[in-house]
């Protein structure tokens, strides 16, 4: 049988399933596992087409994300006999943890991205030095990324200011998500039995 909470059914606030703790041990084994940082800068690797590759911290290469490959930054290296590698996504900002195995390489998407980026950091830069010139009172906010969907108005001046608040935001957002989800459910079995 499925419990709601209630305060008809007599269970105490502290029954209720606090998960706090065990999200932090889960990120820290995380990082655990993919900052075991071993010093190491470049690593040769032979990739499932027979190639060898050199991946270097710095360097560029195609890396996954869901499902698809980006152009991405090379973080560092390191994990399991240094196979994880950290990779920081252009366009994006993101960072992943990756296999090595999982890195190739598409020289035009990259220097596509690279190209991008410092023209991005050229107009921010030149944006930077006129904004100085005028005041403005508005609240900067996160970029939203392009494949979100519209975002209604009214919610746009509540975008959370940095990655930490999004973070947040999404966690609690993912946990009453999921209380209304198994309150429903509770309710709905409730009704089925009478």
Known sequence: MTNVWSAKNGMDVDDVWDDTELIKMYDQSIQEVYSSKSGVTEKQFKGEDGKT??????GHCMAPF???????TIDSIGGKDNLQV???FFYY???E?????DLWMNEEAIAKAVALEQKKESEKKSAKAGSSRTSSNHRSSA???NFAPPVPPNIIA???ANQQEALSSMLMSWYMSGYHTGYYQALSDN????
Do not use: C, I
């Open 66 to 72: 869901e499902d698809e490959y980006f152009p991405a």
């Open 158 to 160: 509540m975008a959370p």
């Open 97 to 101: 943890n990756v296999h090595m195995k």
């Open 86 to 88: 950290q990779v920081t």
């Open 143 to 145: 970029p939203l990324p």
């Open 53 to 58: 590759y050199t991946w270097k911290v710095g």
């Open 191 to 194: 009704a089925h039995k009478h």
């Open 93 to 95: 900002g993101n960072q």
